[in-house]
């Protein structure tokens, strides 16, 4: 897979999925970038591990979905909770005892969204 992260925003951009990622044509890099390496980790663990992948077209499918979940919603500790596509917005609201949620699932139920309602 050839992906790009902007380091300021930590927003990912999935580029192109091969079936031959030892092919002569794969760059040599010594050493990945740090950030690149915890959002490889972070796709690993939390969706591509856990899903039987079919295809070329399935893997695609399944890392373009966790992308868009990493992008539009997935909290990062350096961007003061915020996911990248949200760094404009105010800081994140704190949940109390009585506050509503809606929730959301992606890829099958795999992953949870929560978003508080107003």
Do not use: K
């Not at 902007?6 to 951009?13: C, G, I, K, L, Q």
């Not at 970038?33 to 399935?58: F, M």
């Amino acid at each position: 897979m050839l992906f790009f992260i902007d380091h300021s925003t930590r927003r990912v951009h999935i580029a192109s999925v091969t079936r031959h990622p030892t092919g002569p044509t794969l760059p040599q890099v010594p050493r990945m970038n740090a950030i690149a390496e915890r959002w490889i980790g972070s796709c690993r663990r939390e969706a591509t591990d856990r899903v039987l992948i079919t295809g070329e077209r399935h893997l695609r499918l399944v890392v373009g979905e966790y992308a868009e979940h990493y992008n539009r919603h997935r909290p990062h500790r350096s961007l003061g909770q915020r996911a990248p596509d949200r760094l404009t917005d105010p800081e994140p609201p704190i949940a109390r005892d009585h506050t509503r949620s809606n929730p959301r699932d992606r890829l099958g139920g795999l992953i949870h969204e929560y978003s508080q309602v107003a």
